[in-house]
């Protein structure tokens, strides 16, 4: 079975600060099929990164990510008010389409 | 611009099925696959399978085989997801996201806004 685990379970920051979250796939996974998304409460995701690595249309540039094979990281470099959510990472691979279990970035 | 707006909540008794729909709009609705993707009340997000409109293939997770039933209706761009035998453990907001027609990557880039299901007697 194909896992995606996401860490931290939950980020305590303040605005403005730095955060790094993780995502690690059980197998390795082709970057071309890692994406991360945004949620916020009572809302649809929204598709940050694709590719591992490139941003979606109209996303900011303080968000990016990174990684190959099986660790992948997105950073957001100096927080926003409006970047306080929950992330997933997403992979596909074997025909399968698998979630993280999300990172919950709170402020502190 | 694309949107892609679906049907309203529901609420189920144990045993029954339920619809629901996904109409798309501002783009060609057979050229994205449409996948289903459900989160229970405070929880992750579940895929659940995908549809190409244009042929009417399906792929479904093994979890919903037997259980789930994706189609479409090309004349009106709507797809729609059926799922019988609801259970509780059912209850769910249950999207519909678009996935761009490119090999080379996997993503979805438009969802639609949710549907709530509620099972319950």
């Known amino acids: 079975e194909f896992v995606l685990t996401q860490s931290p379970g939950t980020l305590s920051l303040s605005p403005g600060e730095r955060a790094t979250l993780s995502c690690r796939a059980s197998?390795?996974?082709?970057?071309?099929?890692l994406a991360w998304y945004q949620q916020k409460p009572g809302q649809a995701p929204r598709l940050l990164i694709y590719?591992?690595?490139s941003r979606a249309t109209g996303i900011p540039d303080r968000f990016s990510g990174s990684g190959s094979g099986t660790d992948f990281t997105l950073t957001i470099s100096r927080l926003e008010p409006e970047d306080f959510a929950v992330y997933y990472c997403q992979q596909y691979g074997s025909s399968l389409l698998t979630f993280g279990g999300g990172t919950k970035v709170e402020i502190k | 611009q694309v949107q892609l707006v679906q049907s309203g909540a529901e609420v189920k008794k144990p045993g029954a099925s339920v619809k629901v729909s996904c109409k798309a709009s501002g783009d060609t609705f057979t050229a994205y696959y449409m996948h289903w993707v459900r989160q229970a009340p405070g929880q992750g997000l579940e895929w659940m399978g995908w549809i190409d409109p244009n042929s009417g293939g399906t792929n479904y997770v093994q979890k919903f085989q037997g259980r789930v039933t994706m189609t479409r209706d090309t004349s009106i761009s709507t797809a729609y997801m059926e799922l019988s035998r609801l259970r509780s453990d059912d209850t769910a907001v249950y999207y519909c996201?678009?996935?761009?027609?490119?090999?080379?990557?996997?993503?979805?880039?438009?969802w639609g806004q949710g549907t709530l299901v509620t099972v319950s007697s």
């Open positions: 996201a678009r996935r761009p027609p490119s090999a080379d990557y996997v993503f979805f880039d438009y």
């Open positions: 590719g591992a690595s």
């Open positions: 197998q390795s996974v082709s970057s071309s099929y």
